[in-house]
């Protein structure tokens, strides 16, 4: 097999796996660890993956799509996929906070149609448009500071007013999640404060996941992937993602 072969052959093997062994690929293909070593390098340097002490991991993106508007329309199927099952979560009575996050932009769209009667809390501003005719779902709208990109209200002051309820669920948003890290990612850290208080005042926080992006990273961690009651995704991830995410003791939807 010639090394061209071979390296394509890893890159599938990574991709699939999410990491491999030198050691591992060296009796695969039946030549030196130092060639396997030469092959990680030269992938490495093609931003295929990313070597690591012992062989390489999946290369992880960020593909800085930091305004709502920029993610809106896209994977819209997955997204649904997802809001179905984080509708399902929700009891009758409860007090639920939606974060900005497109994927609740689906979900809310289902609480409307059910006519829930629960209370719907949010700093979102496509979640406050979904409410223009009556309905048995209260909703109270978090404001403050806009931030045009989130297309919601972050920082400070909105952070002074979501410290004062007691959510029974929050449905998060991210941008990435690092499961070989326990990182939870957004873009901003104004964002990432708001995020932290949600949370901290939610009895369960569930983490709104499209599965690609557990290859993603964004540029500031707001929570532990431990922090979370659940992640509620579209599909089941690839075995070694899935493995990671098992370790973590959170109840995975999908």
């Excluded at 090394?3 to 030198?22: D, H, M, P």
């Excluded at 199927?77 to 809001?83: D, R, T």
């Excluded at 599965?211 to 990273?217: D, I, M, N, P, S």
């Excluded at 540029?219 to 992937?225: D, F, S």
Aim: charge should be neutral; proline fraction near 1%.
């Amino acid at each position: 097999m010639l090394a061209r072969e071979r390296q394509n052959k890893i890159v599938e093997i990574v991709n699939k796996e999410g990491s491999v062994l030198v050691k591992e690929l060296s009796e695969l293909f039946k030549v030196t660890e130092d060639s396997i070593r030469k092959d990680l390098s030269a992938l490495e340097k093609k931003g295929l993956l990313k070597k690591t002490y012992g062989g390489a991991i999946k290369n992880r993106v960020n593909t800085h799509e930091i305004y709502v508007s920029q993610r809106k329309g896209k994977n819209v199927k997955e997204k649904q996929l997802i809001a179905q099952k984080a509708f399902e979560l929700i009891e009758e009575g409860d007090m639920i906070f939606l974060d900005i996050s497109t994927s609740n932009i689906e979900l809310i769209k289902l609480i409307i149609e059910a006519n829930l009667k629960i209370t719907v809390v949010s700093n979102m501003i496509d979640v406050m448009l979904s409410f223009v005719q009556p309905s048995d779902t209260n909703f109270v709208f978090v404001g403050g500071k806009m931030n045009r990109g989130r297309d919601g209200f972050i920082g400070s002051y909105t952070n002074k007013q979501i410290q004062e309820f007691n959510f029974d669920k929050a449905f998060m948003g991210a941008v990435g999640v690092d499961t070989d890290r326990d990182k939870v990612y957004t873009y901003a850290t104004d964002d990432a404060l708001t995020k932290k208080m949600i949370m901290d005042v939610s009895n369960k926080s569930y983490v709104m996941l499209e599965t690609r992006k557990l290859a993603r990273e964004g540029n500031y961690k707001y929570a532990n992937i431990s922090d979370f009651a659940g992640i509620v995704m579209d599909s089941k991830p690839e075995e070694k993602a899935l493995k990671d995410l098992q370790q973590y003791n959170v109840e995975l939807f999908y």
